[in-house]
Structures are given as C-alpha cells and as structure tokens.
C-alpha cells in the first residue's frame, strides 16, 4: 500500500521565479493538505483540498495557490518567490469522512519536498 | 482558533529509560482530537498516538502513551524503554471539532544516548 508520495524531494530556485510541487495521496484518501515547514520550526497549515476544491486555508498570500486533480493528486504553487518560502513542504493525505475505527482521522505525510530560494 | 505549546526545545535520553514530552494546548472547541508525531532527519512526519477529547481512557500504542489530563489542557507523551532509533523531532499537534487542519507545536528534539 503506497503511502504519500512528494515530487521533486529537493528543488533550488530562485527569488521572484514559480515553482510547482506534487502530491500523490495514500491509496484510499481522497483529501490533501499541503504545509511548510520552516526549519527548526513546526509545520504551518497552507491549505486543504477536497473534491478538486480549496476546503480551507491557512494565513499564507494568494502567492501560494493549488489544485486537486479527479484522481485526488494534489499540486501546490508558489509565485514570486521570496527567500523566507525557503522551507520543507509536506503533503499530507486523509479521508474526508474518516471510517468508525479510524479515530486518529487517518492523516498520513509524505517526506517532503525542501526547497530552497537562493 | 487552536494554539498548541511545546516548552522543551531539546531532551536527552538514556537508552532503555523513559521521557516525558510536554505539551499545552488552547481551544475553544468541545471536541477535538490530539496527535503525537515523530519527524526524523528525513522530514517524513510519522504518527504515532491520539487522543480524542471525549476518550476516557489515555491512549496508549506500544511503547507510547499519552498522558491527557482535560482539565489542565495537556497531553504529555511517554516514550517507555528509549531506544538509540527514537532520536527525533516530535511535534505535539491537534485538530478543532470544526477544524480540517492540524495545528502544530514548535516540537521537542530527543536525543537518546547509548
């Protein structure tokens, strides 16, 4: 059973270029959320997509955009990129109802992709 | 709005002993559920433990367990019989009853030492 799964693992760009990152979800899920993680820090939450829709967001600016594909993929867009989007960005996947027996709501994580913006 | 307080940047550990990670939290919310996860060097953000907030029971899963008191807002995790491979960063995090997103501690970095 394949768990999440983040294209590229490490990325350079550079200031004011646009980047896009992947996300397969875990077999079964059908929602993503994506969160950057600033290093020595705890992951802050971008946004959740469900149904090929923004389902909620966190306080990040319209530079960071994303989009779910029908087959629950995710990807996540940074524009005009600015040194502090250097961070590791985690895709993690869930169910949108989680199963009876699934309490932990059944999220999973991927390893990441690092980027840097040099 | 969830705020989540890890205190303890850094721990060391002795092999074959146990730690206590602590962790706060703030909410407003009736339900909601508590996790524990465990971050390695290579960034993938492995679960290991919740707590919902109307389990009457502490979890436990192998050898760790979660020490919930609803009262005082904490849910402190124990990791009995460290071993070398728990050598980590672990992230106390939470999710609202309305909430879809998971709000993160700062996190606690364990050293275990052989």
């Known amino acids: 059973d394949a768990g999440v799964t983040q294209s590229p693992t490490h990325l350079i760009k550079t200031r004011g270029q646009q980047v896009t990152l992947r996300c397969s979800p875990k077999?079964?899920?059908?929602?993503v959320s994506w969160y950057q993680q600033a290093l020595g820090q705890g992951p802050q939450f971008i946004f959740q997509y469900y149904e090929e829709e923004e389902r909620q967001r966190g306080n990040f600016p319209d530079r960071f955009s994303g989009h779910q594909f029908p087959n629950y993929s995710s990807e996540l867009n940074v524009n005009a990129l600015l040194l502090g989007d250097s961070a590791l960005y985690l895709c993690?996947?869930?169910?949108?109802?989680?199963?009876?027996?699934?309490?932990?709501?059944?999220?999973?994580f991927g390893s990441g992709t690092r980027l840097t913006v040099v | 709005a969830q705020k989540i307080t890890q205190t303890q940047p850094g721990m060391f550990v002795q092999e074959k002993e146990a730690v206590t990670l602590d962790c706060t939290y703030d909410?407003?919310?009736?339900?909601?559920?508590l996790f524990w996860y465990k971050q390695p060097s290579s960034g993938e953000m492995i679960f290991l433990i919740y707590?919902?907030?109307?389990?009457?029971q502490n979890a436990t899963e192998g050898r760790y367990s979660l020490n919930f008191q609803k009262a005082r807002k904490s849910a402190n995790l124990v990791i009995s019989a460290s071993q070398l491979g728990d050598s980590a960063m672990y992230f106390c995090?939470?999710?609202?009853?309305?909430?879809?997103?998971?709000?993160f501690g700062a996190g606690t970095t364990v050293t275990v030492r052989a």
């Open positions: 707590q919902g907030s109307y389990d009457e």
């Open positions: 909410t407003s919310d009736q339900s909601y559920g």
């Open positions: 995090a939470m999710r609202g009853g309305r909430d879809y997103k998971l709000s």
């Open positions: 993690a996947s869930s169910l949108a109802l989680p199963r009876i027996g699934q309490p932990n709501y059944g999220y999973t």
């Open positions: 077999s079964g899920h059908d929602t």
